[in-house]
């Protein structure tokens, strides 16, 4: 499944996949975003009913939450605190490079 389009929305990166993917496939849409991609550490797995959330460091420094919304087909990335708020247009670039 590839990845169609990712924007900066407000203080949110949005990640579009190219198919309607489900909560079985979080897994691999996951392990695409964070182990093809050495920038991002994994620190947590948070699995809910309708949504899973990953607690990653970016390069090292930046605490990002990465979510995968099941119902609203929705992926996000998300800061969590203001240093990392401020680096998200630098995330948003490097994800660009990455996968688009």
Same mark, same amino acid.
């Given at each position: 499944? +590839?990845i %169609? ?6 203080n =949110? @990166?949005?990640? *579009?996949?190219? +198919?309607?993917?489900y *909560?079985? !496939?979080?897994?691999?849409?996951s $392990?695409?975003? @964070?182990?093809? !991609?050495?920038?991002?550490?994994l *620190? +947590? &797995?948070i ?5 899973e ?5 970016w *390069?090292? &420094? $930046? /605490?990002?939450m @990465?979510?995968?919304?099941?119902? =609203? /087909?929705?992926?996000w990335? +998300?800061?969590t !605190?203001a ?5 998200? %247009?630098?995330?948003? &670039?490097?994800l660009?490079? /990455?996968?688009?």
């Open positions: 499944m +590839e %169609e389009n990712i924007s900066l929305i407000g =949110s @990166i949005v990640i *579009q996949f190219s +198919e309607y993917w *909560q079985e !496939d979080i897994e691999t849409l $392990e695409r975003l @964070i182990n093809t !991609d050495t920038a991002f550490d *620190q +947590e &797995k699995v809910g009913a309708d949504r959330s990953l607690r990653v460091i *390069q090292n &420094k $930046e /605490q990002l @990465i979510h995968f919304d099941c119902y =609203s /087909q929705s992926c990335l +998300e800061s !605190d240093a990392s708020e401020a680096a998200l %247009e630098n995330v948003l &670039k490097h660009r490079v /990455q996968f688009i």
